[in-house]
Each structure stands twice: as C-alpha cells, then as structure tokens.
C-alpha cells in the first residue's frame, strides 16, 4: 500500500529560480495539504484542497507561491522567483472523508527539504 | 490567537520508565486533538486522536488524556523502548473543523 509520495527528497537551487515540489496523495483521499516546517516556526499549514479544489489558501506565504491540484492523484506546489527565507521542508498530506470537516487521521509524505542559495 | 505549547525542551529518560509529553493551548476549544510522531527526515505518523468528551485514551504502551477546562492533553509512553525515541507532535483541530494546528513537538530520546 504506498503511502503520499513526494518528489524531489532533495532540492538545492539558486535564489530567484522557479521550483516545483510534486505530490501523489493516497488513492481515495479526497483532502490534501501542504505544510511547511521549519525549526522556528513548526509545521505549518499553507493550503488545503478538498475533491481538488483549494479551500483554505491563507496560509500561503505570498504570491510567490501557488498550488494547484489538476486530478485527484497529483498536486504541485511552485515557488516563482524563490528566495533564501523559503528553505524548509515542505510537506504534503492526504486524508481520507468526504466531507471538509474530518477528524480522520492525516498521512504524511516524507517532504521535499529545500534549500534555496 | 491560537496558541500551541508542547516542552520545547528534549525529554531524556532511561529505557522502562515512563514518558510523559504536555500539550497545553489556548484562545481556543477544540473538539479533538490528535498526536504525532516524527522521526528524522521523515513526515509525521498518526498515533491516537482523543475527542473532547474523551478523558482518556488507550493504545498498548501509549495514553493520551485530554483535559478541556485546564486546555491540556498529556502523551504517555509506559515501558519506555529505544526505538520510541522521535519527536511528538501535538494537534489539535483547528477552528475551520477540516484542519489541525500543530505544535512544535517535544523530542524524546529513551537510552538503555
């Protein structure tokens, strides 16, 4: 049973490239999230898509940032130009429920670490 | 705002004892809280949820309570093992009900 797959593991760039961190959340899930952790400031939530659409994108840092879900097997989260103060690592979950409320557990991929130079 | 404590400190105890975590929030009331664990360089794992009208919580070694009007749950491990050594993650359900809000986990190193 695979679980939320993430790509790439490692990701080292040069500030002002664009980066795309990919997701293959688990089959039947209907939510996905992106997270972003970091020592500082823990795990934290930058959007939420349900059946594919994004519900909740508040937590997104700034428009340097985007995410989109074109199916329910893949999603992308793209940062465009990427600055130093982006380095983290980047987190996707999927959670199974049909609704948006759910108290169902969250499965995590094993993040994409980013460092951007 | 919503506020999320759990020991910023390392936890370190001797294999067989029992660890307890603290998760202590504030400025808000969720109707339940979930608990992680994460290893280095991988993604958090679920362990338990507990529900507000839940005291206590139970799976093997590991026992969650969840107090509502102190606003704190507490994460026990008895029979402490090596390979429980990871960092907790406390998580209660954020306020829009489809999300949770994490704390920044303890970290709990058990030696032989």
């Known amino acids: 049973d695979a679980g939320v797959i993430q790509s790439p593991r490692h990701e080292v760039t040069e500030m002002g490239q664009e980066v795309t961190l990919r997701c293959k959340p688990i089959s039947g899930h209907n939510s996905l999230f992106w997270y972003r952790q970091t020592m500082m400031r823990g795990l934290e939530l930058l959007i939420y898509?349900?059946?594919?659409?994004?519900?909740?994108d508040s937590g997104m840092p700034e428009d340097r940032f985007s995410a989109k879900m074109p199916n329910a097997s893949f999603s992308t989260l793209k940062i465009q130009p990427s600055e130093p103060r982006d380095s983290a690592v980047y987190f996707c979950?999927?959670?199974?429920?049909?609704?948006?409320?759910?108290?169902?557990?969250?499965?995590f991929g094993d993040g994409t670490r980013l460092s951007i130079l | 705002s919503q506020k999320i404590e759990q020991n910023s400190e390392a936890l370190n105890i001797q294999e067989g004892k029992t660890a307890t975590l603290t998760c202590n929030y504030t400025n808000y009331s969720p109707a339940y809280l979930q608990w992680y664990r994460q290893d280095p360089g991988r993604g958090p794992v679920f362990l338990l949820l507990i529900r507000e009208n839940e005291k206590e919580k139970r799976k093997e070694r590991l026992k969650v309570t969840f107090d509502t009007t102190l606003k704190q749950s507490l994460f026990h491990i008895t029979a402490s093992q090596p390979a429980d050594s990871a960092t907790y993650l406390c998580?209660?359900?954020?306020?829009?009900?489809?999300?949770?809000?994490f704390g920044k986990g303890t970290s709990l190193l058990v030696t032989p």
């Open positions: 898509f349900n059946n594919n659409v994004p519900i909740d």
């Open positions: 979950a999927s959670r199974e429920g049909s609704g948006t409320e759910s108290n169902q557990p969250q499965h």
């Open positions: 998580a209660p359900r954020s306020n829009s009900g489809y999300a949770l809000n």
